[in-house]
């Protein structure tokens, strides 16, 4: 790990973390944090390009300087150099003039972590991998809900209806982890849950109600226990891939909201990862996008 000492930047920076459920701006003047805001996600693989516009119109009133020299934005959703063109091109009115750049956004998480090497880690409405050591860079996942993002805050919240719907299909009772679910979603019986799934219903709804399992858990509940552990699996094979490629066993540092804010979950995929010989294991205590002032400084 590096730790540059100082600020070495000047002039007006934003930095951006867009997330799956959220969208975090920090301001920097000449170094100082002078501002900071959130507002609804800027990704368009999760809302649509004049909700992101909106949210990002509201972040930048916020943090309330239109002198912006530079915008480092960290995002999910550009996996291709069109998905950072549209992405540069909704930045672009809020920072006229000011340079853009636009990167994934496990790269905030190495650099929070004040990392300049290893492999970062996000679980939260989605989930993904990235590493990086002696020039060699490789990623797992980050495919969205549809193709992937096991171990992350939907698939939780997706693995706990299906276990409520499959006790259901035995004939059996709720137990607490489905008596929780339909409870949060108003529902008097398991079915209703299939309909539900199946509406306008968006992933930040069912990724919020991920937290259910680990209440489940924490009261002893089998199923909520196994999704933790098989959430824990999952995050830990997207580690494994990345260390394959790149020859790296760490630090792992680990980000989103999942991860930094269930314990249950960092002790399962701790001991996971310790089992593979990943003993430098991190889990964020700051905000990915203050990984914007690390990036700054070197």
């Not at 008097?188 to 489940?216: D, N």
């Not at 269930?262 to 294991?281: I, K, S, W, Y």
Request: hydrophobic share 45%; no cysteine.
């Amino acid at each position: 790990m590096t730790s540059p000492s100082g600020p070495s930047h000047t002039g007006v920076v934003v930095g951006l973390d867009i997330g799956g459920s959220k969208t975090h701006g920090v301001l920097w003047r000449d170094g100082g944090k002078a501002a900071e805001a959130t507002s609804g996600s800027a990704n368009v693989q999760n809302v649509t390009p004049v909700e992101a516009a909106a949210n990002l119109l509201s972040l930048f009133t916020a943090l309330g300087d239109p002198a912006v020299s530079r915008v480092v934005a960290g995002s999910g959703g550009v996996d291709t150099p069109d998905d950072v063109e549209r992405l540069r091109a909704l930045i672009a009115p809020h920072a006229p003039g000011a340079r853009i750049e636009i990167l994934h956004d496990t790269r905030l998480i190495l650099a929070a972590g004040r990392a300049v090497e290893g492999i970062a880690v996000i679980a939260g409405t989605g989930s993904v991998a990235w590493g990086v050591a002696e020039g060699n860079e490789a990623r797992s996942g980050g495919w969205g809900y549809l193709l992937g993002d096991e171990g992350s805050g939907y698939w939780v919240a997706r693995e706990a209806a299906r276990a409520t719907l499959h006790r259901a299909d035995l004939g059996l009772e709720p137990d607490e982890l489905g008596r929780l679910v339909l409870e949060r979603n108003a529902l008097a019986s398991p079915t209703g849950l299939i309909g539900l799934f199946h509406s306008s219903a968006g992933r930040g709804h069912w990724a919020s109600q991920s937290s259910l399992v680990f209440q489940a858990a924490d009261l002893g509940t089998p199923a909520a226990v196994g999704i933790i552990g098989r959430a824990a699996d999952a995050l830990a094979s997207l580690v494994l891939d990345v260390a394959s490629v790149i020859g790296s066993k760490g630090p792992v540092i680990i980000g989103g909201g999942l991860a930094v804010n269930q314990p249950l979950l960092q002790e399962a995929l701790r001991g996971t990862l310790r089992g593979h010989g990943f003993d430098d294991v991190v889990f964020l205590t700051q905000d990915p996008v203050m990984g914007v002032e690390f990036l700054l400084q070197r």
